[in-house]
């Protein structure tokens, strides 16, 4: 397994050791003493969550005030761009974006802290989108950010208009969006 940093270190690539023969391949998808060394934290994992989504879905920008997940997102079919927002005050990155291309062919997680807005573009005809939070899902507590607020500037490689839910549709703007302290 290699740990990469993004432009927000604390944000980090996951490139899982990938063993190929004959018969296909082999990975280690998750090891918590070994991401937890990476970390340098302990992690509790208490839910996983699977996304099903067709071409142009965009999903996000998603979080939660007062029960924050941290995220450990993998696509096991197809192909997004994910994107994670630095939502915590006091850091020198606050309202900064980090994107990658998650997919089923290159292996890469992304580890999103508690502290993030989360969303997802998906450039493939489908894709299953897999992720491990830090805390359950409390409806009361998400929030949402608009995914095209300007002050963000997000570069999503849309070729076209996005799919969104009427929620994602009816985000707020960055400025108005509850933030971590």
Same mark, same amino acid.
């Given at each position: !397994? ?11 690539? &996951? ?96 580890? &999103? ?25 409390? $409806? ?19 070729? !076209?208009? $996005? ?19």
């Amino acid at each position: !397994m290699k740990v990469i940093d993004t432009i927000i270190p604390e944000v980090k690539i &996951i490139q899982p050791s990938v063993f190929h023969d004959k018969r296909g391949y082999f990975l280690e998808s998750y090891n918590q003493l070994r991401f937890e060394e990476y970390l340098g934290r302990q992690i509790n994992f208490v839910q996983d969550n699977h996304s099903h989504s067709v071409h142009r879905v965009l999903r996000g920008l998603h979080y939660q005030i007062g029960k924050p997940q941290g995220k450990l997102v993998r696509v096991t079919k197809g192909e997004v761009f994910d994107v994670a927002v630095d939502l915590r005050e006091s850091s020198t990155t606050f309202g900064q974006w980090t994107g990658r291309i998650l997919s089923s062919e290159n292996h890469e997680q992304l580890w &999103i802290p508690e502290g993030f807005a989360h969303g997802f573009y998906v450039l493939s005809a489908t894709a299953d989108l897999h992720y491990k939070s830090t805390d359950f899902w409390f $409806p009361e507590c998400e929030r949402t950010i608009l995914w095209d607020d300007g002050n963000l500037n997000i570069q999503w490689p849309l070729t !076209m208009q $996005p799919i969104v839910s009427d929620k994602d549709a009816k985000g707020i703007d960055f400025s108005r969006a509850e933030k971590f302290r």
